[in-house]
């Protein structure tokens, strides 16, 4: 699959950061490899590529990279200093509230959700994210025009570390995570705001342009999102 995202008319935008795309949200179809677009000429892309006979992380990907972040957070306040985490199938289903409730009134975790949370996290372990001029700046060539002096790729993986044990007396499945610092460092949980790109591109002054900007932060309302996956454009 190709996106070609240089269409969009507007955009959601924190200061200088732009969403990626780097889950899925889309429950018709389903692609090992995506493949998104920033600029007409295609020079600026993302290349998302599932590991093999599986598909590109999606929306419950994404809702268990929350619980994964909640965890993380939970550790860092008890230590600064602590980048990995343990945490359980259990936990994670019960934070999703997909454990099912018996008869009797007794909470369980049933066979196919357990399998289908350790799925989540190997993919999340496993799935390639390449970044392609991304960071990159252009410059002006010997024709006159702006372009990059050279491709720029960075590639990373949401998660650095995967270890995982069975606790066999809870039929439980347990976890030691560590996620990519890069991956980390692209998170901002922020408000943000729209403003449309057509009225940005026709303002060739740079602080006309940031002014631009301000004004539209200033009209647009605060929107709360419990976690927005941004990279952070330099």
């Keep these: 699959l190709e996106v070609n995202l240089s269409k969009i008319t507007s955009i959601k935008k924190d200061i ?114 390449e970044l392609v001029n991304l960071y990159n700046v252009k410059e002006i060539q010997d024709d006159g025009q702006k372009k990059y002096s050279h491709k720029e790729s960075v590639t990373l993986t949401i998660l650095d570390k995967l270890e995982s044990t069975e606790d066999l007396f809870k039929s439980d499945a347990v976890f030691y995570i560590k996620f990519n610092d890069l991956f980390l460092k692209s998170i901002k949980n922020k408000y943000h705001f729209t403003y449309e790109l057509a009225k940005l591109d026709a303002i060739t002054k740079s602080t006309a342009k940031r002014l631009f900007e301000v004004r539209s932060e200033e009209h647009t309302s605060e929107l709360q999102s419990p976690c927005n996956l941004v990279c952070r454009l330099l």
Excluded at 35 to 61: C, G, H, I, L
């Design 16 to 129: 200088n950061m732009v969403v990626l795309p780097f889950f899925y949200f889309s429950n018709r179809n389903q692609y090992e490899v995506i493949t998104y677009y920033f600029n007409n000429d295609k020079s600026r892309y993302m290349v998302v590529e599932a590991p093999q006979r599986n598909s590109v992380p999606s929306a419950f990907d994404y809702e268990v990279i929350q619980v994964l972040l909640k965890f993380k957070e939970a550790v860092k306040r008890e230590d600064p200093t602590k980048e990995e985490f343990y945490c359980n199938t259990w936990d994670i289903a019960k934070e999703l509230k997909i454990l099912y409730k018996t008869k009797e009134g007794k909470y369980t975790l049933r066979q196919k959700d357990k399998l289908r949370i350790i799925e989540s996290i190997k993919k999340l372990r496993k799935t390639n994210y």
